[in-house]
């Protein structure tokens, strides 16, 4: 055991790695995507893998759900698995109208009411944003392969149920285009430790019509977001 809650060897990791909520979504991927990959860790069940893409080492790791859950793994790839750059790849609910589902939403920046930023900037409001980097090769990126892309703010909650609908206007209005439950923890992470990141988000929820894609869906109809994030993860 290496740390509390992985059981890979330092050998086992890439710097590069690609995570995800849903250790169903990393075993995908694996199978699907990356060559010769060999499973690094199943502690928790939360599973991660490394293998290659287009010829280049990349890992995958699940890390749950919201950013107490999220945290705990990137504190660990980071102190000690020497991970340097993290491409987020999840789901999210859409706010904005002008965004459909299966779209992907890139988020520059990511507002939230977790406290976690909070504890970590002594209580100051801290600005989560991704590294401009990134942000600008996922872009160039979706634009060569023609992926329908969003680039902006994005809601990180803490609570997946019970808000309310005013709740949902006051952040449309300010121009948040969809929630999700990590980006913003991960952002201030990757500020406070200062390794590279960004954050690809598939819409599978919207927020106001209350429609969802299936369970299923959720696992295997991300194929655009995956190509986005592999064809990152080796720039
Ligand atoms: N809310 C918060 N996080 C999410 C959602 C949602 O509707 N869908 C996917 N992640």
Do not use: W
């Not at 599973?47 to 890390?63: A, D, I």
């Not at 409001?125 to 090769?137: G, H, I, V």
């Amino acid at each position: 055991m290496i740390t509390p809650h992985m059981n890979s060897k330092i050998s086992d990791f890439s710097e590069v790695v690609i995570i995800s909520g849903d250790p169903l979504r990393i075993k995908y991927i694996a199978k699907n995507f990356l060559k010769n990959s060999i499973k690094i860790n199943n502690v928790r069940l939360m599973l991660g893998y490394t293998g290659f893409y287009k010829n280049k080492k990349v890992s995958l790791m699940s890390h749950g759900m919201g950013i107490p859950s999220l945290s705990i793994y990137i504190r660990e790839l980071f102190f000690n698995y020497n991970v340097k750059k993290i491409i987020r790849l999840g789901t999210c609910g859409k706010i904005s109208k002008n965004i459909k589902m299966r779209d992907i939403v890139v988020a520059i920046g990511a507002s939230t009411d977790s406290s976690m930023n909070r504890l970590r900037f002594k209580n100051y409001d801290f600005s989560s944003t991704a590294t401009f980097n990134m942000l600008k090769n996922t872009y160039n990126i979706a634009k060569k392969y023609n992926f329908k892309i969003h680039i902006g703010n994005i809601f990180s909650t803490d609570s997946f149920y019970g808000k309310s609908d005013s709740f949902y206007n006051l952040i449309k209005n300010f121009g948040i285009l969809a929630i999700d439950m990590e980006t913003s923890g991960l952002y201030s992470l990757s500020s406070e430790l200062n390794f590279q990141t960004v954050s690809i988000c598939t819409v599978s929820d919207c927020i106001f019509s209350k429609k969802s894609i299936s369970f299923k869906d959720r696992e295997n109809t991300l194929n655009d977001s995956i190509i986005l994030a592999l064809e990152l993860s080796i720039k």
